[in-house]
């Protein structure tokens, strides 16, 4: 072979680490699961060293008969996935799916609408870090202080005094479900182009398990790699009987042609070659999440993490919202004293791993925090049920209030890394 023989073994060691490291332990970051090995298989493929700009049939690269057929797999089963008109399977990554649909429908200087970060929205939703609040102008709806919700009147409210070009409703720490045929109305009312991203709870959104943003919504995007559980990844999706809500004339139809506007604005707005690799990845996902055995996953996702939610107000953590209709839970640590920081930094001694998180009305900064964000995803897929979850809170609770004393971290570690053999992953 022309290609060095010569073995990365410092790579390959890492990575040796980093899968005893998730085989070992408690994975509760709520973004966060474990792909099947046909999904990293794809993702390690030959498919990584082809160039492909352009999309199947449409290429400006030679050599791209394969790919073609790959890519137009991954777009269709999607297309049936969440029963929608039109998809790109291309956004690198869940920022840059909205970053694509921003570009589209937006000028430099444009209103946006979106869900506070603090109070659980994400950073490409107009935060001031961001390309979203660098850009766009950015104003944001959040939750009530009493009951942790989204008071959509509020949201109105909002929308009619600051006239949003694009309202974005998603979130990457809300545990409730979003209500789009009222943030339909809304944008309605105001004009204004309307964006879920459910990046979080796509893959119970694609099992019928909440509600269904297609039909409401101009655009949804998300990511792969959370509930969804594929290659870390993004996808843009269109559903179907829209007016063109940029007011393009559209000869033949509006959703050709709003989607020819989204096609460039990926590509190539704000990418250049698609990753047909993952792309690949994407399509066994996809694959995968169309089966049944899908559907009793993320049936057991939402049952896990009521199981949770009610474990930990039991043994008096306060649940922001008080619950969760998805997969994951926001903590408010405060009534325990303690830090989000705290938690994440005590917690991942015992190889639990969580992520602190800041909780509405904080008044910590992003590096403390007064939350923490847990969710179901990974460790359902490694077949844990009811009872587990109540064992994990347990363990939870054990390690937060043990003053660190070491002896105890030093034992619940133990158990959870012989307890973890009995959920074998990649076997
Ligand atoms: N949108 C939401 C709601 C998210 O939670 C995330 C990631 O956490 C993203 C977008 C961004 O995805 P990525 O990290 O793939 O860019």
Redo the contacts with the bound molecule.
């Keep these: 072979t022309i290609i060095s023989a010569l073995r990365d073994n410092q790579i390959f060691d890492l990575i040796a680490r980093e899968k005893r490291r998730q085989e070992s332990g408690v994975e509760l970051i709520a ?1 966060e699961n474990f792909t099947s090995r046909q999904v990293m298989e794809a993702m390690g493929s030959v498919l990584t060293n082809k160039y492909a700009e352009g999309l199947p049939g449409k290429r400006y690269y030679g050599g791209c008969e394969i790919v073609d057929l790959s890519e137009q797999l991954a777009i269709d089963r999607l297309k049936k996935l969440f029963k929608v008109e039109w998809a790109n399977v291309q956004p690198h ?4 799916a ?1 970053m694509a649909v921003f570009l589209a429908c937006l000028t430099p200087g444009d209103t946006i609408l979106g869900f506070d970060l603090s109070h659980g929205g ?1 950073l ?1 939703h107009g935060s001031p870090v961001n390309f979203s609040g660098k850009y766009f102008k950015p104003v944001f709806y959040g939750v009530e202080k009493e009951t942790g919700i989204i008071n959509l009147d509020k949201v109105e409210e909002i929308a009619l005094r600051e006239k949003p070009k694009l309202i974005v409703c ?3 720490a809300y545990s409730r479900d979003w209500d789009y045929k009222r943030f339909r109305e809304i944008a309605d009312k105001v004009g204004a182009v309307l964006l879920a ?1 459910i ?2 709870p796509a893959g119970l959104i694609a099992k019928g398990l909440l509600n269904d943003p297609v039909p409401h919504c101009h655009f949804v ?1 998300s ?1 792969t ?2 509930t969804l559980r594929g290659p ?3 996808i843009i999706m269109m559903g179907k009987d829209f007016e063109n809500p940029m007011g393009l004339k559209t000869p033949k139809g509006e959703i050709r042609m709003m989607s020819n506007v989204m096609d460039m604005a990926v590509f190539p707005g704000v990418q250049g070659g698609p990753l047909e690799h993952v792309i690949a990845a994407k399509a066994v996902s996809f694959f995968e999440a169309l089966s049944d055995d899908y559907l009793d996953y993320a049936k057991q996702v939402k049952k896990n993490a009521q199981v949770m939610a009610d474990a930990f107000k039991k043994r008096g953590y306060e649940i922001i919202s008080g619950g969760t209709d998805n997969h994951l839970m926001l903590i408010d640590l405060r009534s325990k004293g303690l830090t989000g920081k705290f938690a994440e930094n005590t917690l991942i001694q015992a190889d639990i791993t969580i992520n602190k998180n800041m909780v509405p009305f904080d008044d910590k900064s992003p590096f403390v925090t007064s939350g923490m964000r847990v969710g179901t995803a990974a460790v359902t897929t490694r077949g844990m049920k009811e009872a587990d979850m109540e064992k994990i809170v347990d363990l939870i609770d054990t390690v937060l209030m043990s003053n660190e004393d070491q002896k105890v971290i030093q034992k619940v570690k133990k158990d959870i890394n012989h307890w973890m053999e009995d959920f074998p992953l990649y076997v």
Aim: glycine share 20%; aromatic share 0%; proline share 0%.
């Design positions: 973004s990554s869940g920022a840059q909205n994400h490409s998603g979130a990457s991203d990046a979080h995007t990511t790699h959370k870390r990844g993004g």
